[in-house]
């Protein structure tokens, strides 16, 4: 059996020192906050060449926490993909916001920037934007951010699966998450920098939004039950995720090498299949949290190779709009060719930091069998 992911593995490579961690934590009783969630919080941040990172209770949160924070509300439109993961659009319909659902370009998965552009221009009022690193490759971000600075909307970086993925940005190469007004990580245990549970952050170079942040995913407690705002809540990192996720972050860059190394060895030996091979645009590195193959005949493929003991995974079988939750907001006239082909065809190849070459090559075999 090959696996699509390999959380244990991981746990396994790492298992002296995470053991370790995890044991101090529970000898010191410090389990909400404490040194591991400060400590991860300034790394992260460092990581990323960002100002400031909050710790939250998982991604989703993340998301919405941001949003709050960015002022978004009830009465403001938010622009979102029609290809992502449920999460993304959620986050908008919880903080009272309605989604405007745009299509994704066919290179890249991620929102049409252009589209977005278009229909501001014909009159669509927009007080934020979430691009979505889908799969570990960066978002148009230099479109989006020449877009935001002819009308000023708020971007929402949603880099759950992009941890470490950079992009070429005014003549420097910049980590995702850091670019927009907040960037939100998930540390949901398969992610690139994964959590042994849910686990989540956001980030910001604003010291007045990240205090904002902050002050919301905390009860809006500015100061021992001082409670300034109506609507906070409780949404934090825990310190034993913390502690695993500090260990795990001095390997990000050598295990997104790896994601990337098994990539390449997938894009080399595949040229030639009947598939549409996942590219990364000029300037962009993918961190590939997913290797997306796209296949006309996907589902046989994709039974075919569940046969013979491999678990390739569809990311996502049902575009946003065609979703029953979200079918409110989906725009007739869009139609979403694109989004909706996606959902169609896309299959996601096994592909993790520690995965075998002889397992990265019965893959290969496989899916030359039956797709040459
Ligand atoms: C694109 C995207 N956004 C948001 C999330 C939500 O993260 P979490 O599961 O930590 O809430 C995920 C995670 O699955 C995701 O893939």
């Given at each position: 059996?090959?696996?699509?992911?390999?959380?244990?593995?991981?746990?396994?490579?790492?298992?002296?020192?995470i053991?370790?961690?995890?044991?101090?934590?529970?000898?010191?009783?410090?389990?909400?906050?404490?040194?591991?969630?400060?400590?991860?919080?300034?790394?992260?941040?460092?990581?990323?060449?960002a100002a400031?990172?909050?710790?939250?209770?998982?991604?989703?949160?993340?998301?919405?926490?941001?949003?709050?924070?960015?002022?978004?509300?009830?009465?403001?439109?938010?622009?979102?993909?029609?290809?992502?993961f449920?999460?993304t659009v959620?986050?908008?319909v919880?903080v009272?916001?309605?989604?405007i659902?745009?299509?994704i370009?066919?290179?890249d998965?991620?929102?049409?920037?252009?589209?977005?552009?278009?229909?501001?221009?014909?009159?669509?009022?927009?007080?934020?934007?979430?691009?979505?690193?889908?799969?570990?490759h960066?978002?148009?971000?230099?479109?989006?951010?020449?877009?935001?600075s002819?009308?000023g909307?708020?971007?929402?970086?949603?880099?759950?699966?992009?941890?470490?993925?950079?992009?070429q940005?005014?003549?420097?190469?910049?980590r995702?998450?850091?670019?927009?007004?907040?960037?939100c990580?998930?540390?949901?245990?398969?992610k690139?920098?994964g959590?042994?549970?849910?686990?989540?952050?956001?980030?910001?170079?604003?010291?007045?939004?990240?205090?904002?942040a902050r002050?919301?995913?905390?009860?809006?407690?500015?100061a021992?039950?001082?409670?300034?705002l109506?609507?906070?809540r409780n949404?934090?990192?825990?310190?034993?995720?913390?502690?695993?996720?500090?260990?795990k972050?001095?390997?990000?860059?050598?295990?997104?090498?790896?994601?990337?190394?098994?990539a390449?060895?997938?894009?080399?030996?595949?040229?030639?299949?009947?598939?549409?091979?996942?590219s990364?645009?000029?300037?962009?590195?993918?961190?590939f949290?997913?290797?997306?193959?796209?296949?006309?005949?996907?589902?046989?493929?994709?039974?075919?190779?569940?046969?013979?003991g491999i678990?390739?995974?569809?990311?996502?079988?049902i575009?946003?709009?065609?979703?029953?939750?979200?079918?409110?907001?989906?725009?007739?006239?869009?139609?979403y060719?694109?989004?909706?082909r996606?959902?169609?065809?896309?299959?996601?190849?096994p592909?993790?930091?520690?995965?075998?070459?002889?397992?990265?090559e019965?893959?290969?075999?496989?899916?030359?069998?039956?797709?040459a």
């Amino acid at each position: 059996m090959i696996a699509p992911v390999d959380p244990a593995g991981e746990y396994k490579a790492l298992k002296k020192r995470i053991d370790a961690a995890v044991r101090e934590v529970l000898a010191s009783g410090q389990f909400i906050g404490g040194v591991h969630v400060e400590g991860f919080e300034q790394e992260f941040a460092a990581f990323l060449g960002a100002a400031h990172a909050v710790g939250v209770a998982n991604g989703t949160d993340a998301l919405e926490v941001a949003l709050a924070a960015c002022g978004i509300g009830t009465g403001d439109n938010v622009a979102v993909p029609a290809f992502t993961f449920a999460a993304t659009v959620e986050a908008v319909v919880r903080v009272g916001a309605t989604p405007i659902i745009y299509d994704i370009t066919e290179s890249d998965f991620s929102i049409d920037v252009h589209a977005v552009g278009e229909s501001i221009r014909a009159g669509q009022s927009i007080a934020a934007v979430i691009p979505v690193h889908l799969y570990g490759h960066p978002a148009d971000m230099e479109g989006l951010l020449a877009l935001q600075s002819e009308h000023g909307f708020k971007i929402v970086e949603d880099a759950a699966q992009s941890h470490g993925a950079r992009i070429q940005i005014g003549g420097e190469r910049k980590r995702v998450g850091r670019l927009g007004t907040f960037g939100c990580f998930s540390f949901y245990p398969t992610k690139n920098l994964g959590a042994a549970g849910d686990a989540g952050a956001i980030v910001t170079n604003d010291e007045a939004l990240a205090a904002r942040a902050r002050l919301i995913a905390n009860h809006g407690d500015a100061a021992k039950y001082t409670h300034v705002l109506p609507d906070g809540r409780n949404s934090r990192l825990d310190a034993i995720q913390a502690a695993i996720l500090r260990i795990k972050l001095e390997h990000l860059d050598e295990w997104n090498s790896s994601r990337r190394r098994i990539a390449a060895r997938y894009t080399q030996a595949l040229d030639g299949v009947d598939a549409r091979l996942p590219s990364e645009r000029p300037g962009a590195e993918s961190v590939f949290h997913q290797y997306a193959l796209r296949i006309a005949n996907r589902d046989q493929v994709l039974a075919k190779l569940r046969e013979q003991g491999i678990a390739a995974g569809v990311h996502y079988p049902i575009a946003i709009p065609d979703q029953e939750g979200f079918a409110d907001y989906a725009d007739d006239h869009a139609q979403y060719p694109t989004a909706r082909r996606a959902a169609d065809e896309v299959l996601c190849l096994p592909i993790y930091p520690l995965m075998k070459d002889s397992d990265v090559e019965t893959v290969i075999e496989a899916i030359t069998a039956l797709l040459a």
